[in-house]
């Protein structure tokens, strides 16, 4: 499951839903990561925009491959403006086996920095500015590099 919300995450909101979505399935193993704003080089925030065709193709083929290991991948992120000390991406894994879920949920958070095409900005005194220093060409993105 992908869910792109606008501004800040509901993290105890999502988390309990996820848990309770899932709770009957037998997993033995539901490990979440919280990202969140921090407050660094004056920024007020970050705001972000979306490429969901390739945010959806990306998120599809991790399904496909947890569905391999008998896990499930969900993801929530922010379209928008996060203020610092709020979350703007929740990642969780669930599966039968606590090391799967483990393993899965640092390949996936890493994956998912490296490649998901989702533009990130500064927010400092209510402007938008691109983060080209935090950000990496998305292989296979043509012009969107």
Same mark, same amino acid.
């Given at each position: 499951?992908?869910?792109?919300?606008h501004g800040?995450?509901n993290?105890?909101?999502?988390l309990?839903r996820?848990?309770?979505?899932?709770s009957?399935?037998?997993?033995?193993a539901?490990?979440?990561? !919280?990202? /969140?704003?921090? +407050?660094e080089n004056?920024?007020?925030?970050?705001?972000?925009?979306?490429?969901?065709?390739?945010?959806? @193709?990306?998120?599809t083929?991790?399904?496909q491959?947890?569905?391999?290991?008998?896990?499930?991948?969900?993801?929530?992120?922010?379209?928008?403006?996060?203020?610092?000390h709020?979350s703007s991406?929740?990642?969780?894994?669930?599966?039968?086996k606590?090391?799967t879920?483990?393993?899965? !949920?640092? /390949?996936?958070? +890493?994956?998912?920095?490296a490649s998901?095409?989702i533009?990130?900005?500064?927010?400092v005194?209510?402007? @938008?500015?691109?983060a080209?220093?935090?950000?990496a060409?998305?292989?296979?993105?043509?012009?969107?590099?």
């Amino acid at each position: 499951m992908l869910e792109i919300h606008h501004g800040p995450l509901n993290v105890p909101l999502i988390l309990k839903r996820w848990y309770e979505e899932e709770s009957l399935k037998n997993y033995g193993a539901f490990i979440p990561f !919280i990202g /969140t704003v921090r +407050e660094e080089n004056g920024v007020d925030g970050l705001s972000f925009d979306i490429y969901d065709p390739l945010l959806n @193709r990306w998120f599809t083929e991790w399904q496909q491959r947890a569905k391999t290991e008998d896990a499930l991948v969900k993801m929530a992120h922010s379209r928008g403006d996060v203020p610092v000390h709020t979350s703007s991406y929740i990642a969780a894994v669930f599966s039968p086996k606590r090391r799967t879920a483990l393993e899965m !949920i640092e /390949t996936f958070v +890493e994956s998912f920095k490296a490649s998901a095409p989702i533009w990130k900005y500064d927010l400092v005194n209510g402007r @938008r500015i691109y983060a080209a220093d935090r950000s990496a060409p998305i292989e296979g993105s043509g012009i969107l590099v």
